[in-house]
């Protein structure tokens, strides 16, 4: 039995391996070629030089900082992604508490609601939700590409599952011995729902940090555009240097992997409990 168990765990460790070099290999690729020199970018990929490379330097990196403001793009990314995670956890967190453990009239026809905005694309609403921030003559800042994803489906959906899998009895005690709505919240759920919001933040880190369509239509000046429209401005910059290039997507991708791995534990745990797969 152990001997016929084997091959089929073997099997799986394989295909994993294998899928997983297929989707690392591009990510290697990019790193290793931000730091080759730009006239054997191009020519060694496809060798084994274009993973192992023979000339290393940092001739790339700096040639970014020369060529645009990247300090700047990275500042409004930050800026931005931090209004929408920190703002949204505080909006998200509450509404996903009140469809899971209250009891209000209307609240299946809103947890339907939030359903429903789950499947409908952003491009879908793009030009509607433009034509209305336009009539309000607010265009061309941090706030105009943050606030309308504040309040966003997923987060609470996301935070609705992981209510419902926690224990009433925490929060039975808490109305025991006084505590109201806010005050069980903040003091009993909050802390233990720490990875749900480092779940949370992380998918909607990930999700908006790559952000491209509405920062292209509200923004005008290079003053407030963030990492993705920086990188496709770039991109356009005479000579075309694909050494630039990858640098320049190496530390656009950098900040959300450190804040990935520094909560992967945490996202891990909330993953599970709010049983998204």
Do not use: C, H
Request: proline share 7%; charged share 10%; net charge positive.
């Amino acid at each position: 039995m152990e001997k016929r168990a084997v091959i089929p765990s073997f099997a799986n460790y394989f295909i994993m391996g294998l899928l997983a070099f297929v989707y690392v290999t591009p990510v290697l690729f990019m790193i290793v070629g931000s730091f080759k020199p730009d006239m054997l970018v191009l020519p060694e990929a496809g060798t084994w030089r274009g993973i192992f490379p023979v000339t290393v330097s940092l001739e790339n990196y700096v040639s970014v900082f020369e060529r645009v403001a990247f300090e700047r793009f990275m500042f409004n990314s930050a800026i931005i992604n931090g209004l929408i995670v920190g703002l949204g956890l505080l909006v998200n967190a509450p509404a996903g508490y009140a469809l899971a453990r209250l009891r209000w009239r209307g609240r299946q026809v809103a947890l339907g609601f939030v359903l429903t905005l789950m499947v409908i694309p952003f491009e879908a609403i793009a030009l509607p939700l433009f034509y209305q921030v336009t009539v309000m003559g607010w265009r061309d800042d941090y706030l105009v590409q943050a606030f309308p994803f504040v309040a966003f489906p997923l987060s609470i959906y996301l935070f609705y599952s992981f209510f419902l899998s926690m224990p009433k009895e925490l929060e039975e005690a808490a109305y025991i011995d006084g505590a109201g709505i806010f005050r069980t919240f903040f003091t009993i759920v909050v802390p233990n729902a720490k990875p749900a919001f480092a779940s949370v933040a992380i998918v909607t880190l990930l999700m908006f940090w790559g952000m491209y369509l509405w920062p292209l239509l509200v923004t005008a000046g290079p003053s407030v555009r963030p990492l993705p429209l920086g990188i496709a401005t770039f991109y356009t910059l005479p000579p075309l240097q694909w050494g630039d290039i990858l640098a320049f997507g190496v530390m656009m991708v950098m900040p959300v992997l450190v804040v990935f791995l520094i909560f992967q534990r945490w996202f891990v745990q909330g993953v599970a409990s709010t049983g998204v797969k």
